[in-house]
């Protein structure tokens, strides 16, 4: 089959099944903030208009992947780099993994379509951590762990398609998945897929640390190398950060974006759809700083916000090439999709 047709077909299915979700629970629209059901009411959180001394950020291209007949990429989806500087690039079109070194050289591909072990359907999720490597499908909630030597091992159900997946520092799975409610639950599992900790409306430590509207359309998650958590929505102005047994840190807006998406009748029903997206992925540097990459706007996907895990503001950084995958290494690299996904830039993050 063309590659134009299956991605035509790939973001058919994954742009249904995003609307299903959002209209799965249309009732809960208003933006409630401890206990203020007003939608038009200020959100409480940190305060993140302070800045921190002047910093900015600049780029260097390093490598750019998937520009050779070995390695073609036909939409990359999501990133992992291992402590050898290993490159993995989710393909959901061609339903396999594809593996670089650190220069860009292609050193193999893993999996196949197929529903066995070791085969995919659309991977678009991928982590690295100590060794394992995790691959979770979409929209089925199915994820598979592998060795450094795309051994597989095991594999377990997510209770719902999954939203975003990444590995702890201890090498467990951690995973946002569909909730009541235009909710996201959080789920930390042990290293063999067994749930060890929920995080959402109906868990804990939601009975102590629950703020109305907490996990509403929180899709994207990333763990640090101190194992502290941090999550974002995709339609609010809204990042939290957690520690690893699960309690609420901070939670705070970014400066200069608006508080949700505009929302819009969705023609013939009185259902309301968001219009576009607030953020649409956030990871950690090495010294802990959080990158947020933002739809909001004029920019399309191109604006990157560095925030401090205090919730102070660092700087805003214009990005080359619209991009939909965030990624940055150990080494400080900072890995993102361009061309349409087809291709994954590495570049130097220098601040200044």
């Not at 750019?64 to 690039?89: H, L, P």
């Amino acid at each position: 089959m063309d590659i134009s047709i299956r991605r035509k077909r790939s973001w058919l299915l994954f742009a249904a099944v995003v609307a299903l979700l959002v209209l799965a629970a249309v009732a809960v629209k208003e933006f409630v903030t401890h206990g203020d059901v007003s939608r038009n009411a200020p959100m409480l959180l940190h305060d993140s208009r302070r800045k921190r001394a002047s910093t900015s950020i600049s780029l260097k291209l390093l490598n750019t992947f998937g520009d050779s007949k070995q390695g073609y990429i036909a939409e990359a989806s999501d990133i992992a780099v291992d402590e050898e500087g290993r490159v993995y690039i989710a393909d959901r079109l061609l339903h396999h993994i594809i593996v670089y070194d650190r220069m860009g050289k292609f050193i193999t591909a893993f999996g196949r379509r197929g529903k066995g072990p070791g085969e995919f359907e659309n991977p678009t999720w991928i982590a690295y951590r100590n060794g394992r490597i995790a691959v979770g499908n979409f929209p089925s909630p199915r994820v598979q762990i592998f060795d450094k030597n795309f051994k597989y091992l095991t594999s377990f159900y997510a209770p719902s398609s999954i939203a975003g997946l990444r590995l702890g520092p201890d090498g467990a799975p951690w995973i946002t998945t569909a909730g009541p409610d235009r909710n996201r639950i959080v789920t930390k599992y042990d290293p063999e897929g067994k749930p060890v900790l929920t995080m959402g409306p109906q868990g804990i430590p939601s009975t102590n640390n629950f703020l109305s509207g907490q996990w509403y359309m929180i899709f994207w998650i990333d763990i640090s190398h101190e194992g502290l958590v941090a999550l974002a929505s995709a339609v609010r102005n809204d990042v939290q950060l957690y520690t690893a047994q699960g309690q609420l840190i901070r939670r705070f807006s970014v400066p200069g974006l608006p508080r949700e998406v505009n929302w819009e009748k969705l023609e013939g029903t009185d259902w309301d759809i968001p219009s576009g997206g607030m953020f649409f992925r956030i990871c950690f540097d090495r010294a802990g700083k959080i990158f947020l990459l933002s739809e909001s706007g004029q920019l399309g996907n191109r604006a990157l916000y560095v925030m401090e895990p205090d919730g102070s503001f660092v700087t805003r950084l214009l990005l080359p090439e619209p991009t939909r995958v965030l990624y940055v290494d150990a080494n400080n690299d900072l890995y993102l999709t361009a061309n349409k996904g087809t291709l994954v830039r590495k570049y130097k993050i220098i601040y200044e």
